[in-house]
């Protein structure tokens, strides 16, 4: 059963506009999140994370929110740009307080940038 | 440069084949990881060690097999008793409980 659940397989953001990826999970134990980015036929590449003391965190275009509550969260690009056109993977893990050092992957969103 | 790499890039095994991957780091990190990559299922976790020696099954480890003997390497190999191996793997390593850092990948391809 799938833990971290990316809902939207693709989406499509013209060049400039903000572009909004979301996750959600199901396990409350989960206190640390991450999105990596990946193109084809290469490895991911981590992008920005959110610890679940916090509900935001910012670095340069890339936001990340977490809704715990809700236990949702959200990967905000602004402005996007062409080669942000990826695949995007949310995933959580149990915090950097435990031992397991495991992630759980969503399926990943396919974000389109159109000029 | 510090990096995980992961050869070769691309695989062709015949059916009933074992076949190697490899994956070395040189992050001094403690943790490592494989994941296989289907299209539309995401990454899922096959085996990961967080300590030389010792390693724990993922989701899917039913027909591959790993060994961890030394820091800065994490061989899997893909046995024939994996029914289906097609597939992209991905090798990643961290720090325990950080974040993890992938490499370039390994595409499968079954004849």
């Known amino acids: 059963d799938q833990q971290v659940k990316q809902n939207s397989p693709s989406l499509s953001v013209q060049e400039g506009r903000i572009s909004i990826l979301n996750c959600d999970y199901t396990?409350?134990?989960?206190?640390?999140f991450l999105w990596y980015k990946k193109y084809p036929a290469e490895g991911p590449t981590f992008l920005i994370s959110i610890s679940s003391i916090k509900d935001k965190n910012e670095d340069g275009r890339f936001t990340v929110f977490l809704n715990k509550s809700a236990k949702h969260l959200s990967l905000h690009i602004v402005p996007s740009q062409p080669g942000d056109s990826a695949v995007y993977f949310c995933?959580?893990?149990?915090?950097?307080?435990?031992?397991?050092?495991?992630?759980?992957f969503g399926r990943g969103t396919q974000l389109t940038v159109w000029p | 440069d510090g990096g995980i790499t992961q050869s070769p890039k691309y695989l062709f095994r015949k059916e009933g084949q074992n076949v190697t991957l490899s994956c070395e780091q040189n992050l001094n990190h403690d943790a490592m990881y494989w994941y296989r990559q289907d299209p539309g299922q995401g990454l899922r976790l096959i085996y990961y060690?967080?300590?030389?020696?010792?390693?724990q099954k993922g989701d899917i480890a039913e027909g591959y097999s790993v060994s961890r003997e030394k820091k800065e390497s994490f061989p899997l190999t893909v046995t024939s008793a994996q029914k289906n191996p097609t597939a992209f793997y991905l090798c990643?390593?961290?720090?325990?409980?950080?974040?993890?850092?992938f490499g370039p990948g390994t595409r499968l391809t079954v004849l």
């Open positions: 990643a390593s961290s720090m325990v409980t950080d974040t993890q850092y």
């Open positions: 060690s967080q300590i030389v020696n010792d390693f």
């Open positions: 396990n409350s134990m989960f206190d640390y």
């Open positions: 995933a959580a893990s149990l915090g950097r307080g435990s031992t397991l050092g495991r992630l759980y």
